[in-house]
C-alpha cells in the first residue's frame, strides 16, 4: 500500500484550507438542492436524485467560479468530480498519489451536504492512462505486478474517502463500441478480461457499503448495437462469475452529431433502447444516468429552434428512462454550457457554441432544464437508494 508522504499530506491540508477560506464562506448555505422547486428537490418527491460533475482543474474550470457553485449548492444533490479522481489526475507516477484537487471538490460537496460519487476507478482504455502507465515495466512476474498496481490504485483511493463516497464507477468504457469487444490494454496484455473482475473485487472489499458501476457510453442508434451487445456480453459474464456489479451506468451523453444517434429519440429507438435495458435489469442490475448532455452539433442555428429540439429529445429520453423503477440518480454532465466539456469537442459547422447543458453562459435556466424538471415531475415514484 503506497501512503501520502507527509508533503501530500501537507498539500491536500492547504489546498483545503484554501478552499474553505477563498470559496466556501462566499457561497451560499446548503443543504444542498433542498428546495422543492430546484431540480434535487423534483427528483426527490420522486425517489430520483439530481447532481452534477464539477471540475476543479488546473487552470480555468467550473468549481473556481462562484455562480456554478451556486448552481450546484441550489439545484444538485450530488456531485461527481469531473476529471478529479481518474488515474491521470491522481497518479503522478507508480509509487505516489496526488489527492488534492479531488479533496477539494469532495470537501465542497460534502460541506453542502452532497452526496457524492467516484469517478473512476479504472478508465480502461489506454488513451485516458497516464503516459508513465502505458509503458509501465510490468517485471518478471507481469500478472501478479498488473494485478498489485490495480488493487494497490483501487484500495488506496477506496480506503482514503471510506463511506464518504457512495458510489463508483468502478470500470468505464471498456468495451470498444466499433467491435464490441473488450479494449486492449496494458493490464489486459497480462490479466486478460480478469481485470475488470479484479477492480471489481478490490472495489467491492475497500468499499463494501457503495454502490459499484459499470460505466459506458452506448446508445440506442442503429450505428451502437455492436456497442450494446458487447456491454450485455460484459455484464452477462460478471454476472455468471459473481463479480460484484450492481449498477449499469448510461452515459447518457445523447443528441445527434458526435455518435449515430438520430436527431428525436421516437418509437423506432424507444424500442431498442427498451431491450438493451430489459436485458440489463434483467440480470438484476440497476441503471444510472452518470453523465447526461445534449449534443447539438448539427441542429438549426437559430438558438429558440435549437434549445426545443434538445428540450424534446430529453424529455423522451428521460421519460423513457424514468420508467425504469432501477434508476435512482441522474447526474448531468456540467450544469452551464460554457464548462460543457462539449463546448471544444466536435465543433459546429457554422462555429456557434454548442448549448448542451440545462444553464446557459450566464447561469440562466433553458428549455433544457425544463424539460429535465417536468420529467422529473412526470416519473413514477419509487424507492428511494
Ligand atoms: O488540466 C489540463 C491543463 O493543465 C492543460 O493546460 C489543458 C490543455 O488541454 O488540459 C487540461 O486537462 C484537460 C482536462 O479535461 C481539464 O480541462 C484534458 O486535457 C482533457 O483531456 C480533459 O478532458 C476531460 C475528458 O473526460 C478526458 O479526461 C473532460 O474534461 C471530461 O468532461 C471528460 O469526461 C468524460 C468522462 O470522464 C467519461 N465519459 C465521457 C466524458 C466526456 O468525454
Same mark, same amino acid.
Given at each position: *500500500? ?10 491536500? &491540508? ?36 439530481? +447532481? ?19 448552481? *450546484? @449548492?441550489?439545484?444538485?444533490? *450530488? ?36 452526496? @457524492? ?27 501478479? #505486478? ?15 474517502? &471510506? ?20 479494449? $486492449? ?12 473482475? @479484479?477492480?471489481? =473485487? ?17 446508445? !440506442? ?8 451487445? +458487447? ?17 449499469? +451506468?448510461?452515459?447518457?451523453? @445523447? ?17 431498442? !433502447? ?9 440480470? &438484476?442490475? =440497476? ?7 445534449? +449534443? $447539438? ?15 424534446? *429529445? ?19 454532465? &456540467? ?38 424538471? #417536468? ?11
Amino acid at each position: *500500500m503506497t501512503c501520502l508522504t507527509r508533503r501530500e499530506t501537507l498539500a491536500a &491540508g492547504v489546498a483545503l484550507a484554501a478552499a474553505a477560506c477563498t470559496s466556501l464562506p462566499q457561497d451560499p448555505a446548503g443543504p444542498a438542492g433542498a428546495a422543492p422547486d430546484s431540480l434535487n428537490g423534483l427528483a426527490k418527491t420522486k425517489g430520483l436524485a439530481f +447532481g452534477s460533475c464539477l471540475g476543479g482543474g488546473k487552470d480555468s474550470y467550473s468549481f473556481r467560479d462562484p455562480q456554478v457553485r451556486a448552481l *450546484m @449548492i441550489e439545484q444538485c444533490g *450530488m456531485l461527481v468530480p469531473e476529471n478529479e479522481l481518474k488515474w491521470v489526475a491522481l497518479r503522478p507516477d507508480a509509487k505516489s498519489f496526488d489527492f488534492t484537487r479531488a479533496d477539494v471538490l469532495i470537501a465542497f460537496g460534502e460541506t453542502h451536504g452532497m452526496k @457524492i460519487r467516484g469517478h473512476t476507478l479504472l478508465w480502461h482504455n489506454m488513451q485516458w492512462f497516464p503516459e508513465w502507465l502505458k509503458t509501465y515495466d510490468f517485471g518478471p512476474r507481469p500478472a501478479a #505486478e498488473a494485478e498489485r498496481l490495480l488493487r494497490e490504485h483501487i484500495t488506496t483511493v477506496c480506503t482514503r474517502y &471510506g463511506t464518504r463516497i457512495f458510489s463508483y464507477d468502478v470500470v468505464n468504457e471498456t468495451i470498444d463500441a466499433k467491435t464490441g469487444e473488450m479494449r $486492449d490494454t496494458v493490464f489486459t496484455r497480462h490479466l486478460g478480461d480478469k481485470v475488470i473482475d @479484479i477492480a471489481f =473485487d478490490a472495489a467491492k472489499q475497500a468499499a463494501p457499503h457503495a454502490k459499484l458501476v459499470y460505466n459506458d457510453y452506448m446508445s !440506442w442508434g442503429p450505428g451502437n448495437a455492436v456497442h450494446r451487445a +458487447g456491454v450485455l456480453k460484459l455484464l452477462a459474464r460478471l454476472r455468471k462469475n459473481n463479480v460484484p456489479v450492481d449498477t449499469l +451506468g448510461v452515459q447518457s451523453h @445523447i443528441g445527434p452529431g458526435a455518435s449515430d444517434s438520430t436527431p428525436q429519440y421516437g418509437a423506432a429507438e424507444d424500442k431498442d !433502447w427498451r431491450a438493451f435495458l430489459d436485458e440489463a435489469t434483467a440480470m &438484476g442490475l =440497476d441503471l444510472a444516468i452518470t453523465e447526461f448532455d445534449v +449534443g $447539438d452539433q448539427v441542429l438549426p442555428a437559430d438558438v429558440a429552434v435549437r434549445d426545443k429540439m434538445v428540450a424534446d *429529445m430529453a424529455r423522451s429520453y428521460l421519460d423513457a428512462m424514468f420508467s425504469y423503477p432501477q434508476l435512482r440518480t441522474v447526474m448531468a454532465w &456540467g450544469l452551464v454550457d460554457k464548462y460543457s466539456w462539449l463546448r471544444n469537442r466536435w465543433p459546429r459547422a457554422d462555429g456557434l457554441p454548442k448549448r448542451p447543458s440545462p444553464y446557459d453562459d450566464d447561469y440562466q435556466p433553458k428549455p433544457l432544464r425544463e424539460a429535465i424538471a #417536468e420529467s422529473f415531475r412526470a416519473a413514477p415514484a419509487r424507492a428511494s437508494i
